[in-house]
């Protein structure tokens, strides 16, 4: 049986040098080294031997089983190297190479101009304030001294959801609900920036979809002085310091009175170009006293409370600071075009 144990042990060591990979290997060990192998055969027949030779066979084949394993794991470990070795070469970089560069991303113009605004009026003491995109036609119109069937309604053709649900046409709505959580007391000091929608066709200054800005300011011995000096403020602050403005009368049903207003323009610097029309001007925002009858509505005693509020579009600031001709820029998703703000 010794005999019988050392020829399995040459034939298995034999059948491990052939082996290719671990899946042979592991035939290998099954073949030899399990239950149904011939070194468990050879064990069943050791009943049949004396009692001094059982010893020397058990621990014979104890030793043939330890080398037969020793075997197969050193022959494993070195295929699995070679294996590694392999895919590594496959697989191999030259870290040598220059990286491929990261798109990093960077704030839209509009978001830049609108957080721009928003700073400049921060500093000027105002909040910022946002309310829902879809409003109701009693805070969109009525609240705003414009009721139902008044005529300036054809000024802005809306998107109505419901008879009495629409997509704002302005942020104003945000200063009436503003005004009324107020219930009368004031001061009311807000910039209201956000999306607004009107039934229009789109082209290179009009957009079915824009951004506004409305602020308002209401409180005690509040006059038109303070309108001004407020946005000539902000004006300069935007702009440059260089750049005037002036006040044109207007109209606008929240407003009493109302005005439009002009800044200087920063291609000719007010002396008349293609650009102003050669009026040294360019419209940039309308204002005015609040009307008292939006004051009453929202439960300010206009005898008391006074205020002026104004609104802007986005798109034109972003446009006129930036040189932008076409407003439909904005929401095309030119990454040529956005590329060129990722310092904005």
Same mark, same amino acid.
């Given at each position: 049986?010794? #005999?019988?144990?050392?020829?399995?042990?040459?034939?298995?060591?034999?059948?491990?040098?052939?082996?290719? *990979?671990?899946?042979?290997?592991?035939?290998?060990?099954?073949?030899?080294?399990?239950?149904?192998?011939?070194?468990?055969?050879?064990?069943? =027949?050791?009943?049949?031997?004396?009692?001094?030779? %059982?010893?020397? !066979?058990?621990?014979?084949? *104890? #030793?043939?089983?330890?080398?037969?394993?020793?075997?197969?794991?050193?022959?494993?470990?070195?295929?699995? /190297?070679?294996?590694? &070795?392999?895919?590594?070469?496959?697989? =191999?970089?030259?870290?040598?190479?220059?990286?491929?560069?990261?798109?990093?991303?960077?704030?839209?113009?509009?978001?830049?101009?609108? &957080?721009?605004?928003?700073?400049?009026?921060?500093?000027?003491?105002?909040?910022?304030?946002? =309310?829902?995109?879809? #409003?109701? +036609?009693?805070?969109?119109?009525?609240?705003?001294?414009?009721?139902?069937?008044?005529?300036?309604?054809?000024?802005? +053709?809306?998107?109505?959801?419901?008879?009495?649900?629409?997509?704002?046409?302005?942020?104003?709505?945000?200063?009436?609900?503003?005004?009324?959580? /107020?219930?009368?007391?004031?001061?009311?000091?807000?910039?209201?920036?956000?999306?607004?929608?009107? /039934?229009?066709?789109?082209?290179?200054?009009?957009?079915?979809?824009?951004?506004?800005?409305?602020?308002?300011?209401?409180?005690?011995?509040?006059?038109?002085? +303070?309108?001004?000096? !407020?946005?000539?403020?902000?004006?300069?602050?935007?702009?440059? &310091?260089?750049? $005037?403005?002036?006040?044109?009368?207007?109209?606008?049903?929240?407003?009493?009175? $109302?005005?439009?207003?002009? !800044?200087?323009?920063?291609?000719?610097?007010?002396?008349? @170009?293609?650009? @102003?029309?050669?009026?040294?001007?360019? #419209?940039?925002?309308?204002?005015?006293?609040?009307?008292? /009858? !939006?004051? &009453?509505?929202?439960?300010?005693?206009?005898?008391?409370?006074?205020?002026?509020?104004?609104?802007?579009?986005?798109? %034109?600031?972003?446009?006129?600071?930036?040189?932008?001709?076409?407003?439909?820029?904005?929401?095309? *998703? +030119?990454?040529?075009?956005?590329?060129?703000?990722? %310092?904005?």
């Amino acid at each position: 049986m010794i #005999e019988r144990l050392e020829q399995l042990a040459e034939e298995a060591n034999q059948e491990t040098a052939k082996a290719e *990979n671990v899946k042979e290997l592991d035939k290998v060990r099954v073949k030899y080294l399990g239950k149904k192998g011939p070194i468990t055969e050879v064990l069943r =027949g050791m009943g049949k031997l004396t009692s001094e030779e %059982r010893p020397k !066979v058990g621990q014979k084949a *104890n #030793e043939v089983r330890e080398e037969i394993q020793k075997q197969i794991d050193e022959k494993t470990s070195a295929l699995e /190297r070679k294996e590694l &070795e392999s895919r590594l070469e496959a697989e =191999g970089i030259d870290v040598t190479l220059p990286g491929k560069p990261l798109k990093r991303g960077a704030r839209h113009p509009l978001t830049a101009v609108v &957080e721009e605004i928003e700073d400049i009026f921060i500093g000027l003491g105002f909040g910022v304030t946002e =309310g829902p995109e879809i #409003e109701t +036609d009693y805070y969109n119109f009525e609240k705003l001294n414009l009721p139902k069937e008044h005529p300036a309604r054809d000024m802005q +053709d809306s998107f109505y959801i419901t008879e009495e649900l629409l997509l704002r046409t302005q942020t104003s709505p945000v200063q009436a609900r503003t005004m009324e959580e /107020r219930n009368g007391r004031g001061p009311v000091k807000i910039v209201c920036p956000g999306k607004v929608y009107r /039934r229009d066709d789109d082209d290179a200054t009009h957009s079915h979809q824009f951004m506004q800005i409305e602020g308002l300011y209401v409180d005690e011995n509040i006059r038109m002085s +303070d309108l001004k000096g !407020v946005l000539e403020a902000f004006v300069k602050k935007y702009f440059g &310091e260089e750049r $005037s403005i002036r006040l044109r009368p207007s109209f606008f049903p929240f407003t009493e009175p $109302s005005v439009e207003v002009d !800044v200087t323009c920063g291609i000719c610097k007010g002396g008349g @170009c293609r650009i @102003c029309k050669h009026s040294g001007w360019i #419209e940039v925002l309308g204002a005015g006293m609040v009307h008292p /009858r !939006v004051l &009453e509505m929202s439960g300010f005693d206009p005898e008391v409370y006074s205020g002026f509020a104004f609104g802007m579009g986005v798109e %034109r600031f972003a446009m006129l600071k930036y040189g932008i001709d076409d407003i439909r820029h904005f929401y095309t *998703n +030119d990454v040529r075009f956005l590329n060129q703000f990722k %310092r904005v």
